[in-house]
């Protein structure tokens, strides 16, 4: 779930910074909040419910050496 509330317009090129932080954490669920802001004044807030799964299992590459 991720709901965001757009705060003020950016015009085209100008630096926008994003903040994020880990509001709360449980055994499966993050609950976040972000924020983008302009020069010190937000322009858009965000919060995040998100479900943790378990990393995949990465198939091993086989790795070959090259002579020269």
């Keep these: 779930q991720l ?3 757009f705060l003020a317009s950016v015009p ?3 630096l926008i910074e994003a903040r994020g932080r880990v509001v709360r954490r ?14 010190g ?14 990393a995949r299992p990465v198939a091993p590459q086989k790795v070959t050496a090259q002579r020269d």
């Design 3 to 5: 709901d965001t509330h």
């Design 41 to 54: 004044r937000d322009v858009l807030a965000a919060q995040a419910v998100m479900k943790l799964q378990a």
């Design 12 to 14: 085209a090129g100008v």
């Design 26 to 39: 449980t055994s499966r669920l993050l609950f976040m909040h972000g924020t983008l802001s302009v020069d």
